[in-house]
């Protein structure tokens, strides 16, 4: 069985930094496209960032872009979000998820596969002063 | 403001059959792949939809999901008190070259 194991959250100030791990057990990360998604306080689902299997593309959404860096490690059983100069408007709850990324091609437009089929329970981010 | 746009809340009662929208454009809904995800109280976000229609084992065929054009819609049949939870559309958006979700439905079950 596939689990995922989010860990690094905390209280941290407006500027600072923080580094968010997520384990993986009965998966190699290698093949698997992973996530970082996130939940602030009476909001919804906000997706942060993919890391795709085998190749290690990186994409980033607009609100994180410059800030967060995702990354695996080369035992590539632990996944990582680098989060610096946070805000308050980055509290949230921080999902590690695994799925499956597949861009293909019709015609000649690229259309995207995006599927996030395992989640982690989460961990907790707080950035106040 | 969640690029997806679902309605806040849904609720019916146990036995009935609820509907949940999901309305986006052509660069998420229409060219790309629309998931359905649940997330009960307490519990981690799951997979509840996958390639627009189809349900991983585990899921019962009371859950059933369609997309047409830049839509997508989850029906929810036979609902039970164990339904209670929050559902989100998600997929990916080609011109923002990053994933996105709907703003959520919590569904109530009366």
């Known amino acids: 069985e596939v689990q995922l194991l989010e860990s690094g959250g905390g209280l941290v100030q407006p500027g600072g930094s923080l580094r968010l791990s997520c384990v993986a057990s009965?998966?190699?990360?290698?093949?698997?496209?992973m996530n970082w998604v996130r939940q602030a306080p009476g909001k919804g689902l906000e997706w942060v960032s993919l890391?795709?299997?085998?190749?290690?593309?990186?994409y980033y959404a607009e609100s994180v872009r410059g800030r967060f860096t995702i990354s695996r490690d080369s035992a590539l059983t632990t996944l990582y979000l680098e989060m610096d100069s946070l805000r308050a408007d980055d509290t949230a709850t921080y999902f590690c998820?695994?799925?499956?990324?597949?861009?293909?091609?019709?015609?000649?437009?690229?259309?995207?596969?995006?599927?996030?089929?395992?989640w982690g329970r989460g961990t907790t981010v707080t950035v106040s002063s | 403001q969640s690029v997806l746009t679902q309605p806040p809340s849904v609720s019916a009662a146990p036995g009935q059959k609820v509907t949940i929208s999901c309305s986006g454009s052509?660069?998420?809904?229409?060219?790309?792949?629309v998931f359905w995800y649940q997330r009960l109280p307490g519990n981690a976000p799951r997979l509840l939809i996958y390639?627009?229609?189809k349900r991983p084992s585990g899921i019962p065929d009371r859950f059933s999901a369609s997309k047409s054009g830049t839509s997508a819609t989850l029906d929810i049949t036979g609902l039970q008190t164990g339904d209670e939870a929050d559902y989100y559309c998600?997929?990916?958006?080609?011109?923002?070259?990053?994933?996105?979700f709907g703003g959520g439905t919590r569904l109530t079950v009366l």
């Open positions: 998820a695994k799925g499956v990324f597949m861009p293909y091609l019709v015609g000649v437009t690229y259309r995207y596969y995006h599927e996030l089929d395992v």
């Open positions: 009965g998966l190699s990360l290698r093949s698997s496209a």
């Open positions: 052509y660069s998420n809904i229409e060219e790309n792949y």
């Open positions: 890391i795709t299997g085998g190749d290690s593309r990186t």
């Open positions: 998600g997929t990916w958006d080609s011109s923002l070259s990053g994933g996105v």
């Open positions: 390639d627009n229609t």
